[in-house]
């Protein structure tokens, strides 16, 4: 098991933004595709953004054009920003490390979660 130290969660308002860290050794980053899953209530766990170790990025459609996934090789840290953030944004987010395409991903590790809440 990897130990992966998330950050960034909290109270949003609609529209606004959150941005989400997720730090991991650095021998496991370096070789590592990353993703960030959620789950809210009730519903099923989703995929939300991944980035393979070479920087390329996919989004689920409810995400696209409001949140970014992105990498810093110095720091071990994959991150999560946030925009136009809706209600039904709402669920505990977990960063993973693992192997695979968007579609093919395999987790490896998963963080401990961290909760985004969207309200007014």
């Known amino acids: 098991q990897v130990q992966l130290v998330e950050s960034g969660g909290g109270l949003a308002q609609p529209g606004g933004s959150l941005r989400l860290s997720c730090e991991a050794p650095?021998?496991?980053?370096?070789?590592?595709?990353m993703a960030w899953y959620r789950q809210a209530p009730g519903k099923q766990r989703e995929l939300v953004a991944h980035?393979?170790?070479?920087?390329?990025?996919d989004y689920a459609d409810s995400v696209k054009g409001r949140f970014t996934i992105s990498k810093d090789n110095a720091k071990n840290t994959v991150y999560l920003q946030m925009n136009s953030l809706k209600p039904e944004d709402t669920a505990v987010y977990y960063c993973?490390?693992?192997?695979?395409?968007?579609?093919?991903?395999?987790?490896?590790?998963w963080g401990q979660g961290t909760q985004v809440t969207v309200s007014s």
């Open positions: 993973t490390v693992g192997a695979g395409s968007s579609r093919q991903y395999q987790v490896g590790s």
């Open positions: 650095g021998s496991i980053f370096r070789i590592a595709d």
């Open positions: 980035i393979t170790r070479a920087g390329s990025t």
